[in-house]
């Protein structure tokens, strides 16, 4: 909300100069205090010096090009050629007449009348810079300002003529932007929702007196109009929402016999630009005008396209309206509708209700008769409108928050009163005044409620003082329990006993309030899987991984892109209605499809060599049946409220690495080592070691992986957690990522619940170890970690260590499709030196068991 | 050397002869001192103290001498070979020292070639600074809760006192989650986690929320889509704005020090009454002065936990009350860590990362 201070100003006590920073930061610093928020400070791009001048004479003079041009000698005071402000003229200014030379191209003025001068050194908006310039054969030594070329209105013929503007007694030389109000501060406010009725000069002025503790003038300190039989008005409301009725009051007030050419004046123009609003025509300007100083959005009719009387009520299927955007627009049934009924009882739709008007009654450059409207409608009503039409106007913006229903009169007579006077005509008395408001109900405040909130122990006094202070109607309740307080009509929002408890303690101010750390509690630390979670991430980046973020969104075809099976679970995926790019509406469903995206905008910053990690939630399972809509402020059922869990998809933390280029840099020391399967696979059996969960490795073949490079990680009970291996060389030709780039992704939390319980001790072993070592010859298909698992189990309890250190393959001497797996096994007992018989006993054990389950023959 | 040895037939030393004893003492001396080598050395023990030497011999003459002689003799001999057992040793010592030194120098590596085999890795400051905030709540005694971020628009709006039609409901740049029925969002606040505990956890309760958010903003250098918040609420007896004050003020310090000042400023919730934002200004470690010349700070929203978000988790409003807060965990990082464009926090470069090394 922009605040011109000069107009906040005339509605409440602003001490020292609005036209100062000095003063304008002090406006925003009491109105932050009381919760109106600071954003910004505007001053008009405009510096002088702009001056009153007179002009005392002009010849005109004809071009051959047809222009035609004034010479005029302005009077401008001390800024007169070799005056006090001007003592060394530029070379060329002096004149014969000794006033200041300019050329002007307007001719809306004769000698004697005063105008605007901006002078050199003068910039205007758009950053025009005046100086003296020679043109049309003499030296302009400044320039005669029109309206537009100040900012100020709109462009009307010719330059500014201050007589005509009832300017009079002014000095030549005098400064004509203080005089115009164009050296004004505005301040621009953050108004939140609930104080509607600081989208007004009334509302910023009332809590700027509150805060400030000066005198609040209202400008709707108006004694009602009688009503009287002035242009009929029902209401008419079949279908009200959460049962209120879409209006409440209207007011409709006529002028007659207004000057159709009559303008706005230029202060009228120039605080409506200063609040953000366009100047458009005298009647229009007068309604916006009164918008802004009350909080009352009205409308102006032209009385005599109405045909008949005024009936406010709900659209009828089918109905269209016109609105002053030329938009045609589709009505719906829950729009409220301004409509007029013929004799012949034929409705016409002249608006949507507190939102913007029709074309058909709007006013025109031939309107001299004026029917004001101004109600109050429901707030609910006008803002479902303006939403479902997409009209955020700013009568809109003030009904949806809430307006001031006791206003409407008043605000009427406030805008009527401005049209009489810039625009002549007459009020026609006897305004309707349809009123059908309901008595606010009051609300109780506990007389120890404020302290029990705050924690400050308010004065009963002041606690009176300040929702007095806020317009409230404030009885005692009896034995001193409280306050029966009935909020003023302009505060919708205050309807809670701790909407007023925050009335007295912002007012009182928050910096009174002490600062007490609650007692320590006695909490339970991060849960096992909080603290899980560290650990992986920490493991992760000690081991050389480096974490980033990616944003969860992906494309509708992630999927294909990934060469997922039609069946993959990893498939259904969460869409957005509203996505921020159409290109990517889906939710990821697994990490990996985002960190690749974080891989290749790192590759094409020129970094190759990369171990790259990501924690986080993931989206699974695609959409379920709808959440049920249940009202807040009430607990739900135990069956809604499990509705509402089951309808929120499942969200499992995941953890992914991906890897690409050189997994040990190359360097002094020698070669390096590029990233393969191994890493990604190694990655992710860190990851399970790290929480503690036992998982199994085995091949698979799953998407996007190699379908020969693709490792299966499995926990006790069989639940596959994770993958990790090289990536399909498609998908990595399709994502455009370096070849051979590896992945490992893993279910964190299906990982973290199998995690073993609290670990039982072992006893550490002092007696020597016995190191045996086999070399087994199997079939290429067989996988080393059952071999390795068969060699464990055979070997019994005595085994200490299994650790595979060769791998070994060779036509001639193993023969073609055989591998030799060389093992050493590290045996120790607990309580004895093992024999030398004892140890190759349970080698040949463990040897004996992988020759049954896998065909094993030791070599020898 | 040879000079000073004495070949074997020779008339032998007498052990009663101190003066030719102690010639042979200063022979054998003068050779081990001259030994310039390991080598050397070994060879002078050799003729000096070897069993053919002629202090061997003369040693071994001893038995042969009637007792009123040994007494003497020994005594002359005993000291005479220990001198010369003692100067080899000495002598061995310091020959041992200078080939060691020897080896050691040709040894001699470049200790300042980079040594970097192994990369290193690095946590993303975001999340180290999650885990920072998550530490300074357990401290006080508090939990770490956590909840979905595709939420349920009850949890997200109803459940925290935005009806239907609130106006902030449209204020909050929601996406939403297809189909337009699902009545699911992506959470615009990590607020929803309110309700969550309440109805989980029951009362009292003093939970700490840090998570992810979504907002329909674009990404630019202060804005982005997807954003951290913490979110903070406690509900008990007695509990007061006082005590909302007294634990922001404590946390604003954990973040940014001890020369932080924090202020309330009125503000608008629907869920929280009275509401307030919460503004900072501190000096930093480098001296300086932030939030003070350019006006506050905003640091985050805060107020009491109103009266019908407790409803709507069963809690009664006359018995207990409480406080909540939500902190952007992006904009604390911007502040603590001078960080000037939201984009290196969310594009996932590495070099952005790795800055910050395994904390931030």
Known sequence: MLIPLDWLAEYTEVAGNTATDEVAHRVMTDLTRVGLEEEDLHRRDLTGPVVVGVVKSFTTHKFGNGKVINWCQVDVGPYNPGGARNPDPAPGTVTESGYRGIICGAHNFAAGDTVVVSLPGAVLPGGFAIAARETYDHVSDGMICSARELGVGTDHAGIIVLDELGYAGLTPGQDALALLGLDQRTVELNVTPDRGYCFSMRGVAREYALAARVPFHDPVALTDLEPGDGHPVGFRDEAPIHGVPGVDRFVALEVRGIDPAAVSPLWLQRRLLDAGMRPVSLAVDVTNYTMLATGQPLHAYDRDRLAGRIEVRRARAGEKLTTLDDVVRDLDPEDLLITDVDEAGHSRVLGLAGVMGGADTEVTTTTRN??????????????????????????????????????????????????????????????????????????????????????????????????????????????????????????????????????????????????????????????????????????????????????????????????????????????????????????????????????????????????????????????????????????????????????????????????????????????????????????????????????????????????????????????????????????????????????????????????????????????????????????????????????????????????????????????????????????????????????????????????????????? | MSSDTQAPGETALSPLDAEGVGAAVEAALAAIAAAGTLDALKAARLAHTGDKSPLALANRQIGRLDAAQKAAAGKLMGASRGRVKQAVAARQAELDAEALAHVLATETVDVTLPVDRRPRGARHPLEALLERIADFFVSMGWEIGEGPEVEAQWFNFDALNFGPDHPARQMQDTFYVAPEDSNLVLRTHTSPVQARSLLSRGVPLYVAVPGKVFRTDELDSTHTPVFHQIEGIAVDRGLTMAHLKGTLDRFAKAMFGESVTTRLRPAYFPFTEPSAEIDLRYTTREGENIGHNTGWIEWGGCGMVHPNVLRSAGIDPEVYQGFAFGMGVERTLLFRHGIEDMHDIVEGDVRFSQHYGMDA
């Open chain 1, 370 to 860: 004026v029917l004001l409207e101004a109600a109050h409608f429901d707030a609910v009503s006008v803002a479902r409108t303006a939403r479902r039409h997409k009209i955020p106007s700013e009568a809109a913006r003030r009904f949806e928050r809430g307006t001031d229903p006791a206003i409407c009169n008043a605000a009427a007579q406030f805008a009527a009163a401005l049209l009489v006077e810039f625009g002549g005509g007459t009020i026609v008395p006897g305004p309707t005044d349809v009123d059908r408001r309901v008595a606010p109900t009051p609300v109780e405040l506990g007389a120890g409620t404020p302290a029990r909130v705050v924690g400050v122990d308010y004065d009963q006094g002041d606690v009176e003082r300040i929702l007095t202070g806020i317009g409230a109607e404030v009885t005692r309740l009896p034995d001193g329990a409280g306050w029966s307080v009935t909020a003023p009509s302009w505060r919708p929002d205050l309807t809670h006993d701790v909407d007023l408890v925050e009335e007295i303690a912002r007012l009182s101010g928050y910096d009174e309030i002490p600062f007490v750390v609650p007692p320590a509690q006695f909490g339970h630390g991060l849960t096992p899987a909080q603290r899980a979670r560290r650990s992986v991430a920490r493991a992760l980046a000690e081991d050389g991984f480096t974490e980033v973020l990616s944003y969860p969104f992906v494309a509708a075809d992630v999927a294909d892109t990934l060469g997922l099976p039609a069946d993959d679970p990893r498939r259904p995926a969460v869409r957005l209605v509203n996505p921020l790019s159409d290109e990517e509406p889906a939710l990821r469903t697994f990490l990996l499809p985002t960190l690749l995206g974080a891989l290749a905008r790192n590759v094409g910053r020129g970094i190759k060599d990369l171990a790259l990690f990501e924690t986080g939630l993931v989206t699974v399972g695609g959409h379920r049946a709808p959440a049920p809509a249940l009202p807040g402020g009430t607990r739900p059922a135990d069956a809604d409220l499990a509705r509402l869990l089951q309808a929120v998809p499942d969200q499992p933390w995941h953890a992914a690495v991906v890897l690409a280029g050189e997994r040990e840099p190359r360097g002094w020391w020698g070669e390096g080592r590029p990233a393969d399967w191994t890493d990604a696979v190694e990655a992710v059996r860190r990851v399970a070691a790290t929480t503690g969960t036992p998982v199994t490795v085995h091949a698979a073949s799953v998407a996007p992986w190699h379908p020969g490079r693709c490792a299966e990680f499995r926990t006790g009970d069989g639940t596959v957690v994770g993958h990790a291996g090289e990536l399909h060389p498609e998908v990595v030709a399709r994502l455009e990522l370096p070849a051979r780039t590896v992945a490992g992704e893993v279910d964190l939390d299906a990982l973290i619940a199998r995690r073993e319980g609290l670990v039982q001790a072992v006893p550490v072993s002092t007696f020597p170890p016995s190191w045996q070592d086999v070399a087994l010859v199997v079939d290429e298909a067989v996988p080393a970690a059952e071999v390795e698992s068969a060699l464990t189990e055979g070997a019994g309890t005595l085994l200490e260590d299994i650790r595979l250190f060769d791998v070994y393959r060779s036509e001639e001497h193993l023969g073609a499709g055989k591998k030799s797996l060389a093992y050493r096994l590290t045996f120790r007992a607990p309580d004895r030196t093992l024999t030398a018989d004892e140890a190759s006993a349970a080698r040949t054990a463990a040897t004996d068991l992988a020759a049954a389950r896998h065909g094993a023959v030791v070599r020898a």
